[in-house]
């Protein structure tokens, strides 16, 4: 699993849609994520630090938890199916843990609030992420193939070890 991070909220060009986008701690890909528009604003007003004079859901949803003394450990985005992706909230009360399905976006709005950790399972990552700067992945790949033409086979020989016998 991967933990990655809020990075903000985009707007699809064509139909205007939100995009929740999570990057890894790298930052070097981006997993962007269509939610809803209440999910959007939802995620801005904790990324903006906004405060309300009732609470909206997802503040309700925390203070429920913390009313029945229930922790929200961490968020998982586990699978996309369909172009869907999918995740469970691992939550403990007390000694007893649970996960619980979820919208990625409810999930993602929940764990801001709360600051628990949000990890994507590598396959989801290596499916659907975006490079964020194409320029210096170009540079690492050809800088990797650069070392891979100048090795030489005796590069991978045991150093300090006699070839000939020794009596």
């Given at each position: 699993?991967?933990?990655m991070?809020?990075?903000?909220?985009a707007?699809?060009?064509?139909?205007?849609?939100p995009?929740?986008l999570l990057?890894?701690?790298?930052?070097?890909?981006?997993?962007?994520?269509?939610?809803g528009?209440?999910?959007?604003?939802?995620?801005?007003?904790v990324l903006e630090?906004?405060?309300?004079?009732?609470?909206?859901?997802?503040d309700?949803?925390?203070n429920?938890f913390?009313?029945?003394?229930?922790?929200?450990e961490?968020?998982?985005?586990?699978s996309l199916?369909d172009?869907t992706?999918?995740?469970?909230?691992?939550?403990?009360?007390g000694e007893?843990?649970?996960?619980?399905?979820?919208?990625?976006?409810d999930?993602?709005a929940?764990?801001?609030?709360?600051?628990?950790?949000i990890?994507v399972m590598?396959e989801?990552v290596a499916?659907?992420?975006?490079?964020?700067?194409?320029?210096?992945d170009?540079?690492?790949q050809k800088?990797?193939?650069d070392?891979?033409?100048?090795?030489?086979?005796s590069d991978?020989?045991?150093?300090?070890?006699?070839?000939?016998?020794?009596?």
């Amino acid at each position: 699993m991967i933990e990655m991070k809020v990075a903000g909220i985009a707007l699809e060009a064509a139909t205007r849609s939100p995009i929740v986008l999570l990057r890894d701690a790298s930052e070097r890909r981006q997993l962007p994520i269509y939610i809803g528009q209440d999910q959007a604003r939802a995620i801005i007003s904790v990324l903006e630090n906004q405060t309300h004079p009732r609470p909206l859901t997802h503040d309700l949803m925390v203070n429920i938890f913390d009313e029945i003394d229930v922790v929200l450990e961490r968020v998982v985005i586990h699978s996309l199916q369909d172009s869907t992706f999918f995740a469970v909230m691992t939550v403990r009360q007390g000694e007893v843990k649970k996960d619980i399905d979820a919208r990625p976006s409810d999930a993602i709005a929940l764990a801001l609030r709360t600051r628990s950790p949000i990890w994507v399972m590598e396959e989801v990552v290596a499916e659907a992420a975006l490079p964020v700067d194409r320029d210096a992945d170009e540079a690492e790949q050809k800088a990797f193939r650069d070392f891979l033409s100048n090795l030489n086979p005796s590069d991978f020989t045991q150093r300090g070890r006699s070839t000939s016998s020794e009596s």
